[in-house]
């Protein structure tokens, strides 16, 4: 505990020692202020049940400057039963940045406003940034909590709300993150999660509100969702990259829960990915359960013939939506395991295998790569465009059950 360097006349409260403190309240309106702030390889320290409320302008909320408590550069720190609240710029309610750190919270609110940018502020994309990228489609002032640089970061039972850009974010190559039993939510614009150079969240038993996105990821990183309740004004998981590798490949794993969307559910933009969908639920009002689409932003990461493409799994699910390809530059490959599907299917690969069916709702247009025609149907009204290997379907004109057509070219 440095007592020197720490001002005691921002805190009220308990006595401060260097394993912790508990019932502190701590208030300021200074820019590029920590209101705790705990660094270095054997520094941990636990704060319980306090309040922290700033208004100060932050610094730069990758580094943790000017954000409210911090864990940095192998420092570890524990919140329990902390509220903290955030009425500026960049200022995080919680970050956790360099190799080592370790942030863990317990039963607590994090929350951040945003505010009024700097009037000598010069909108970048980078460190020391004040505003959501506008390529994101997102606008907001303040991440909610952020992991960086290597750290690393744990919630329970918390609630993390922002009122724009993101509530539990990373930037800057954080490790590990895991979420259990929390609350998510953007007020304004924003999303749920965010991850991006390779790290891993896992996100358990939460609740996510989102004006915005429920999640969005960005490269070769990994997030899994686990029985993850969830909506979102505008796209449910948006997996986009970058100025990145070609061969990059994000990572998508969603095990049960329900996802209720104002457009597609899971919306890929210039960007190869691994998705896998077991158990969940999935209301998109625009009627998508997975869309690709070729990215606007001109920082887009450009494909070659070693790019991957996208593969989809989706397993024990019922789908009432629709698969849409709209990247020309990357393969699509859609497999069905014990899944009903209803919807329809346009450039893209789809595999039934056993125990699967899929029932074209609309016009579609694709690649049969694996299944019978016992699986496949159609209302009347709708026709089927199919190209497939000769072993699996003959080519023809096939009159279906439900009164649709399905025509095969080999």
Known sequence: YEKAESQLAKTVGAKVTPAGA????IK????????LYVEGDGSDFTLADSSITMSGT????????????VAANGGKLTLRNVHIETSAPVASAAVSTGKGSVLKVYNSTLITHGGALPADYKPHIGPGMMEAPPPLGITGTARAVNTTMGGTSYYYDTKIISDG?????????GKYIECNRCELETIKSGYGTYTDNGIELVVNDTKIKSATFVSIIAGQCK????NVTATAASHGIMIHNVMGRPTEVATLTIKGGSYTTGKSAIWVKSANADITVDGATFAPADGLILQSIINDDSNATKPT?????????FKNSQLNGGIQGDDDKRKMFVTLENTIMKGPVNHAGLALEP???WTATGNSDLVILKGSLAQIDAPAGVTIQAHTHKDTLAAGTYKLAGGGTLTVAN
């Open 305 to 313: 013939d070693q790019s991957p493409g996208i593969k989809a799994t």
């Open 223 to 226: 997030t899994t969702l686990n």
């Open 355 to 357: 125990g699967s069916t």
């Open 165 to 173: 850009w993101g509530a539990l974010s990373t930037d800057a190559g």
């Open 58 to 69: 932050g610094g730069d909320d990758a580094a943790g400057i000017g954000s409210a408590a």
């Open 28 to 35: 300021s309106d200074k820019k590029k202020f920590n209101a």
């Open 22 to 25: 508990a019932g502190l309240k």
